[in-house]
């Protein structure tokens, strides 16, 4: 990883790697976020990383593939390896990276320059994945914090506390010279065992084996590329970094998905004591939230399955394809794709319950608000009656006598007061009536 081309005096092309070292890195998700999903933040890959004649693509499709945030070399004698330690190996260099991804994660790559065997790289490789190691007596999340502190960047954390490092990692074995395949099949499996090569899942990336100087290799967690160029090395890097953060995006997105399910149907169930504006409210905020999460499965996941279309290399476009078919990335898509598609009908389902029930009670209120206004008209003409009876020239009115006398004039106020309370009763059965009704529906889309 130079941003210093190589010796290629008089070459049309550029030679194979030099380094004297083996190179292991691992690249780790981190639960860190930029503020801006869309845009990733950090410097040009071509900062840090030489990508030879491919830099050009890179440069223009800068905003869709990762960016360095922060690089820290680190003193090999700070570092220390639980597995590793026992070995003969010599740890010449360390390096700390951290990416940021369009729609994804901070992704921390660790790379550490190793003189020893091939073989006695397994040891290391499995303390890299389950991180037992420490860089300056720190934790390699600790570590990877700090730079990222350091790093000036507005950052999110989705899991609200200090940033961890996930489980969506992938590693990378760079060597200098060709290796056997039972070597090979040795590394990516992280066992010195033997394998029946017709039960494994190792692909090999047709052209990065096209010469017989060089070759390569991808498994579902560990990649080795043996006597490579260097800016192909450095473009396998940046492709596995973009798958990692896919994976791991993808992975926040199936959760997401799942938790609005559970939410609508709690939603479903609550009927009878969330208000309806309330409820309202919480089904527009998951309407919302099923949007950013197909969103960011369409940038963040589904656009990181093809490099072609921006770097038009064999090379890179051909191992990029090997990774992202072996970490079965296309499958968790078509099955996340799958959930959020269920997770929006059964919301669409709740709101045309809601709009039902709305609709329902909107009916019921107005033929309640009709009867409540042929109430008070029955009242009133009652009353008019009443009126009109005793200041009219009638000979069934007594002068002599009180309006109030009950007694003369009973036969009339009771006709008056059975229409009063025929209409009482007309309004209250209605009120009793749309309540049962209101009650009837909501335990029927309970059960359902």
Known sequence: MSATPPAAAGLPFDPIVARPSHRLSIVIATSAETADLLRADGQLPETYLRLGRLAGFYRDADNQLPRVLAVRDLD??????RRGAGTAATIRAGRLW??????????????????CDPLALIPFLEDLYYDDLTVDSNTLDVAAADLLDGANATVRQTGGGPLELTSQRHQMVFTSATLPEDTIQRLI???DLDANPEYSSIQYPAELNRRPTSGAAVGAYV?????????????????????????CKIRSVRFAAYETLLRVRELGTARTTMTTPTRRAELARLHEKLAEQELALTFGVE?????????????????????????????????????????????AAEEASQTSLDAQRRDLRRLRYGVAIGLLSTIAVPIGIILGFFGGNYTQVDGDRSMFDWSHYHDMYLAVLGMILAAGAVFAVLLLAERYQ???????ENRN
């Open 438 to 444: 209101i009650r009837r529906t909501t335990r029927s």
């Open 223 to 247: 990649s080795v590329l043996a006597a490579q160029q260097d800016y192909i090395e450095n473009c396998a890097l940046l492709s596995a970094v973009q798958v990692v953060a896919a994976s």
């Open 76 to 81: 090999p004698a700070t570092l220390a390896f």
């Open 189 to 191: 499996y992280r066992a």
């Open 98 to 115: 951290l990416f940021d991804v369009q729609a994804g994660p901070v992704v921390a790559v660790l790379s550490v320059d190793l003189d």
């Open 303 to 347: 656009a990181a399955c093809e490099i072609g279309i921006l770097i038009p290399a064999l090379r890179v476009e051909n191992f990029h394809r090997q990774l992202v078919a072996c970490t079965g990335l296309r499958d968790s898509i078509a099955t996340v794709s799958t959930m959020l598609a269920r997770a929006t009908s059964v919301l």
